[in-house]
């Protein structure tokens, strides 16, 4: 059962695993659920049950571009719901990168539901600031504002989606590019407004306040820097720090199936943690 309708979206999704505790792992950037794919079916294999979806407007779920709160809250919404059909109410979240940052709006929007957060390359600092905005909104206004909602259907990242449902096409045509630009603009604002500190949109006082069980693994990219997971991390109370044998790269980014050799570590590390926390 791939697609569900949650939230009048259909949301494309797997389950791995029939027995344990819950795990939704969230991948980064605008990434397809089958970035987190295999290292979600290891965990699933040490007795947990891990969810994995293409948020709305990415992979192969719907395109809505439509909503007052920031995208990250209507992802963070919209999962909550995904798990609650599942009969999920309580569950690890983590991911990389954007998919870390779900995983705190998770607790910031849901916090009964959150047992511990997991977070890898968490996203930081004045260049993730400087280079984000562009990449996540940036490009589709500047392709909507010279060519309408066709010149957006052709950037690679849309013609991505579309070959992956197809049904999208003529959901977009049918807006208003206006209507896209307004809405975009909103959500490049709300993603603007936060700070620039360690974890890129959740201010430090929220950090201190954190009061779950949390992994943290640091980055070694100029996006996600080491230097950032270890100050977001020293800032979490209790916070567990795991850093892997890697060493930082004066790069933009890694991807994170570049860590594919690390999988099995992370693997045993997630997994002890959760253990460790399940009753909590």
Not at 174 to 184: H, K, S, W
Request: hydrophobic share 40%; net charge neutral.
């Amino acid at each position: 059962m791939p697609y569900l309708q949650i939230r009048s979206v259909r949301l494309f999704h797997e389950v791995y695993g029939d027995s344990g505790p819950w795990l939704a792992l969230n991948s980064g950037g605008r990434h397809r659920y089958l970035e987190m794919a295999p290292l979600a079916q290891m965990i699933a294999r040490e007795g947990f049950r891990v969810l994995v979806h293409d948020r709305r407007n990415t992979g192969a779920s719907d395109i809505v571009i439509s909503g007052q709160e920031s995208e990250e809250d209507i992802w963070a919404d919209d999962l909550a719901a995904l798990l609650r059909h599942h009969g999920a109410t309580r569950a690890f979240f983590g991911g990389s990168s954007a998919g870390a940052r779900l995983s705190m709006m998770m607790l910031r929007r849901h916090p009964d539901m959150v047992r511990g957060l997991l977070l890898m390359r968490v996203t930081g600092g004045a260049f993730a600031a400087g280079r984000l905005p562009q990449m996540y909104y940036g490009q589709f206004l500047d392709a909507a504002r010279k060519g309408g909602m066709a010149a957006v259907c052709e950037t690679e990242a849309y013609r991505e989606r579309l070959a992956l449902n197809p049904d999208n096409r003529e959901r977009l045509m049918a807006m208003d590019p206006a209507e896209y630009i307004r809405v975009m603009g909103h959500w490049l604002e709300r993603f603007m407004a936060g700070p620039e500190g360690p974890v890129r949109g959740v201010p430090e006082e929220e950090l201190k306040s954190y009061r779950v069980p949390v992994m943290v693994v640091p980055g070694n990219d100029k996006t996600h820097s080491s230097v950032s997971g270890k100050a977001a991390a020293g800032l979490i109370p209790n916070a567990e720090l795991v850093e892997l044998p890697i060493t930082d790269q004066d790069v933009d980014l890694i991807a994170f199936p570049q860590w594919q050799e690390h999988y099995p570590a992370l693997t045993r590390h997630m997994c002890d943690f959760m253990r460790r926390h399940m009753a909590g």
